[in-house]
């Protein structure tokens, strides 16, 4: 009988190691997959030229991808610019301003806007920002937009990173001693030279590892991108012009793709490309994230 | 001096979280607005009938079920996957080892992979194990991405257990097994609050079933075959031409906007429940 429970403890530690050890591989499996499947494109063509090249034409053979990457920048910097400011006074005021019940009440506004499905925003974004931009906005700066545009793309895709950059910037927050900030009132600061010289000072770096983990969310933001942004394979020269990021060049052309292995290869050599660039961001804000957090801990 | 500017600052912060609700109002106000009026008995309870794409009759029924069906089957294969996962290295591997740090790590950044990457992927390795879009290959791909998340909520709530229960469990001679068992029971607020907030992601994300799943205007009634889903579906409908589709896609958008709602909530109940007898 004893023996029995000692045989299944056994067990069920060796199935959970291999459940770790496979999560841990399962990222590099991703990476490597995702690899070969690009490898016929990255050998046809010089890997400079596939990416500043803005030539696509895929029944010619012809992949560029500079007007798509240049359109994903465009797109996630808009979105920045509109979330960041947003985010971090919502977040000081939540942190050193807010009662407990006003917290309390925001906690499921954030929950909700991180809930709500890409394709909502998307169908949001086509219904009130597409006119809004083609009807008031545009025609202040420019003869004529449809409205589907890297701007329309930027703000769907900047009230869609608000959430994460709230909670990991509260948390960052969090973290800074509270002696620290009683320090600083107790000499007679308000309680905005605080927050302004105290808090936003020694989260810095924290601030910077939200901003780049919401950007590489961004870079990735298929479906409502998608919806509002045009579609068009051109480097935009403004703000009121259609755009195409990378993840809507794979969403749109999958299908049509597989009678061709060079335009399915090269469509993996986006997703690639994507795959790379996020495990990087992420990699490196995750970390000094980590870092914050360990100190807290010891402190 | 210092006083204006504090009562300026302040200001400005509580116009950016009142910019941030009035959004959130103005998306949900928006969807409700322009579904609710379209919403009728007959799009939720029926599939589509011939020419439902010009505007005839039917319902959505088809993508709410295919949509249900790929949540349950994905939440089967993560839930196998992410609670034996946490328990591990909550209970089996030490405080802090660093391969329980390797491991979050990795988690982490496989919580930042894009859907559309998924997306991708699931397709390389269907095509490479040979299965067609399917709703197998719908499962696997969501699982995939459900998985972090609710490994990453499920890992937060089982930190917050108090440290001497595991001690008391073992002290009185069980195996850590056993003891894993006993406080799974203990765990189950959390593991629900897991679930649904996976399950809200997953129902909702439109660009990993976008090749793996297929679409049809059928419920599906075996794994080989297509599966429709309600963001798919959305999305096919609102690029018809014809108003009355348009307008479906609409309600079809308040269906899946009342059924995130729900999750959501429940999510927030069921976890104050926990912290509550913690």
Redesign the interface.
């Known amino acids: 009988m004893r023996k029995i429970r000692y045989v299944k403890d056994i067990t069920a530690r060796h199935l959970m190691l291999g459940i770790a050890i496979f999560v841990i591989v399962f990222l590099i499996i991703i990476g490597l997959s995702l690899f070969f499947k690009a490898l016929p494109i990255m050998k046809e063509k010089n890997l400079w030229v596939l990416l500043t090249s803005s030539d696509w034409k895929p029944f010619k053979g012809d992949f560029g991808f500079l007007p798509y990457i240049i359109s994903t920048f465009y797109v996630s910097v808009i979105a920045i610019v509109i979330a960041l400011p947003l985010s971090l006074l919502t977040s000081i005021y939540l942190n050193s301003y807010a009662s407990g019940s006003i917290r309390r009440f925001f906690e499921p506004v954030v929950d909700l806007l991180s809930g709500i499905p890409p394709v909502i925003y998307g169908v949001w974004g086509t219904l009130t920002i597409v006119p809004l931009i083609s009807n008031k906005i545009a025609p202040h700066f420019v003869d004529f937009s449809t409205g589907y545009t890297v701007l329309a793309g930027g703000i769907v895709l900047g009230i869609m990173i608000i959430p994460l950059l709230i909670s990991i910037m509260t948390e960052v927050f969090r973290s800074i001693p509270v002696e620290m900030t009683d320090a600083s009132l107790s000499m007679g600061a308000t309680k905005w030279q605080t927050a302004k010289k105290v808090i936003l000072r020694k989260s810095f770096p924290g601030i910077i590892a939200a901003t780049v983990l919401a950007l590489s969310r961004a870079f990735g933001e298929t479906m409502a991108v998608l919806m509002v942004c045009g579609n068009v394979a051109q480097i935009p020269h403004s703000f009121f012009e259609a755009c195409y990021p990378l993840p809507a060049l794979i969403a749109n052309n999958y299908g049509e793709m597989l009678s061709m292995p060079s335009y399915e290869s090269a469509l993996m050599f986006a997703a690639f490309l994507l795959f790379i660039i996020v495990v990087m961001f992420n990699g490196l804000s995750r970390f000094t994230l980590n870092q914050i957090e360990k100190r807290y801990q010891f402190s | 001096m210092?006083?204006l500017?504090?009562k300026i600052?302040?200001l400005?912060?509580?116009?950016?979280?009142v910019?941030?609700?009035a959004?959130?109002a103005?998306?949900?106000g928006?969807?409700f607005y322009?579904g609710l009026p379209s919403l009728t008995w007959e799009m939720i309870t029926r599939i589509p009938g011939g020419g439902f794409y010009l505007g005839k009759e039917g319902g959505v029924l088809n993508a709410t079920a295919g949509s249900v069906f790929i949540i349950t089957g994905a939440l089967v294969l993560s839930m196998l996957?992410s609670i034996?996962?946490v328990?591990?290295?909550n209970f089996?591997l030490p405080k802090r080892s660093f391969?329980s740090?390797?491991?979050r790590?990795?988690?982490?950044?496989?919580?930042?992979?894009?859907?559309?990457?998924y997306?991708?992927?699931g397709?390389?390795?269907m095509v490479?194990m040979g299965i067609r879009a399917s709703l197998l290959g719908g499962i696997i791909t969501v699982a995939m991405l459900i998985m972090p998340i609710m490994m990453r909520s499920l890992d937060e709530v089982t930190r917050l257990l108090p440290r001497d229960l595991p001690d008391a469990l073992l002290s009185l001679g069980s195996?850590?097994?056993?003891m894993?068992k006993v406080l799974l029971r203990k765990l189950m607020p959390g593991i629900m609050t897991a679930v649904l907030?996976a399950v809200?992601?997953g129902?909702?994300?439109?660009?990993t079933v976008?090749?793996t799943a297929g679409y049809t205007d059928n419920i599906p009634s075996s794994l080989g075959q297509p599966a429709a889903t309600l963001?798919l579906s959305?999305?096919f409908q609102?690029g018809s031409p014809v108003e009355e589709v348009q307008n479906r896609?609409?309600a079809s958008?308040v269906i899946?906007?009342i059924i995130?709602?729900i999750?959501?909530?429940s999510?927030?109940y069921f976890s104050s429940k926990f912290l509550k007898n913690k």
């Open positions: 210092k006083f500017e504090e600052f302040k400005i912060m509580i116009g950016a979280a910019i941030i609700m959004v959130l103005y998306i949900i928006t969807v322009k996957i034996p996962l328990m591990y290295i089996y391969f740090a390797i491991i790590f990795s988690l982490d950044i496989l919580f930042g992979v894009p859907s559309i990457v997306g991708a992927f397709f390389a390795l490479y195996t850590k097994l056993e894993t907030l809200g992601r129902i909702g994300d439109a660009a976008l090749f963001p959305i999305f609102l896609a609409y958008a899946l906007t995130i709602l999750m959501s909530f999510a927030r």
